[in-house]
């Protein structure tokens, strides 16, 4: 106002600019809840380390292990029994013809790819004496020329790599046997848990509209509607995640079988395996599986291990700008500063296991999180007048 209570042009709101200060602030207010979130999380599950409390939860999941199997076999096929049963089959018919198809395959897949893996993991263990020698004498090679090109004593590296290399091939060769035995023991007890797990999966999959029904009224009435409305994102989430991850394994493990074996390399079935497994890590998975392969390529000779690092270089591109945004798309939905983030942390705390888990765990706390800002409208945005 001026002097006389007159209102002076100057003094006008700027609405435009209070607005993109609002907005700012509510945008810098959610980065700051997003961040405590983390951190709470973070410090939940280094509570969680300390007090054991994982050990105790994997005791009880390995106990309840034939459960768990048939309540995510049963979650994985009801989609594809509730297709069918729109088309007019019964649940029982349709729940009983998917399941044997699934037997089918799991049985096919195995009678192809069974006796050679298990022959070239046998050759593999056969032939490790040799491959750790061969390494041995590369990196003293190696040694020796970062010895004399930079002046450098590498002879404590030396020794201590030659330690743990002799370490290596004394488990190898002496508690080789008692190793594979107790691999055999735990794939048998294995077994036994996957047969029990598909005959939970197959009776809860008759009555899977039942059991979704019951959990539903478990749920107060005022809240049904937005928690089977949060359910259905996650489910919708993990289901697309975990079907275009298997998707995407299978392929890449065909791919990277044919160049392996293109390549001339020993057991190409078992890295093509293990790459395949790997690359469900985002963007470290790729390193992961085939780094291996592509050493002991070099360690047989060089155009073996310059052919499998041209396959996996293939097979990854191959991955990354086809299988994955075609199949996958971006169902995750995560900023991959994001996941490399979530990485480091579940590695963290859970090793190898837990960068396996890290993306879609991730995924379905950003849902969550998403969830309840929408619910309680805590950062909405003002527009302006």
């Not at 190696?142 to 790599?161: A, L, Q």
């Not at 735990?186 to 848990?193: A, F, T």
């Not at 009435?221 to 937005?226: A, G, I, Q, V």
Request: proline letters at 4%; aromatic letters at 12%.
């Amino acid at each position: 106002m001026g002097l006389f209570g007159k209102k002076r042009s100057s003094d006008k709101v700027d609405y435009d600019k209070l607005n993109e200060l609002i907005i700012f602030s509510r945008n810098f207010m959610k980065f700051i809840f997003s961040v405590s979130i983390v951190a709470l999380v973070v410090l939940l599950t280094y509570i969680a380390k300390e007090w054991n409390l994982f050990s105790i939860v994997g005791d009880i999941l390995s106990i309840l292990s034939p459960f768990f199997i048939g309540i995510i076999l049963a979650w994985l096929l009801d989609p594809i029994v509730d297709f069918f049963q729109k088309k007019g089959v019964k649940r029982g018919i349709g729940a009983t013809f998917v399941y044997v198809l699934l037997i089918v395959l799991i049985f096919v897949l195995g009678r192809l790819l069974m006796p050679t893996l298990i022959d070239q993991i046998n050759d593999m263990i056969a032939g490790a004496p040799d491959i750790i020698k061969s390494l041995t004498e590369h990196f003293e090679k190696f040694t020796g020329w970062i010895s004399k090109t930079y002046n450098v004593d590498g002879e404590i590296i030396k020794s201590t790599v030659n330690d743990v290399v002799n370490n290596l091939l004394y488990t190898v060769t002496v508690d080789g046997p008692s190793l594979v035995v107790s691999i055999l023991s735990s794939i048998v007890s294995g077994g036994i848990d996957i047969l029990l797990g598909f005959l939970i999966g197959f009776y809860m999959l008759l009555d899977f509209d039942d059991v979704k029904v019951q959990l539903a009224k478990v749920i107060p009435n005022k809240h049904r509607d937005e928690v089977t409305e949060l359910t259905t994102k996650l489910n919708k989430t993990l289901r697309n995640f975990v079907y275009g991850t298997l998707v995407v394994m299978f392929i890449l493990f065909i791919c990277q079988s044919i160049g392996m074996s293109i390549a001339g390399i020993s057991s190409p079935l078992v890295f093509a395996l293990f790459c395949a497994i790997t690359n469900i890590i985002p963007y470290l998975g790729p390193y992961i599986g085939g780094a291996p392969a592509v050493v002991i390529g070099f360690t047989m000779s060089p155009s073996i291990g310059l052919g499998v690092f041209i396959s996996v270089l293939v097979c990854q591109l191959l991955e990354s700008y086809l299988l994955t945004p075609v199949i996958q798309s971006k169902t995750m939905k995560l900023h991959p500063v994001t996941i490399i983030i979530g990485l480091l942390l579940f590695s963290h705390f859970f090793g190898i296991i837990g960068m396996l888990f890290a993306t879609p765990v991730i995924a379905c706390g950003k849902i969550i999180i998403n969830f309840f800002i929408e619910k309680f409208d805590l950062f909405d945005e003002v527009e302006a007048e």
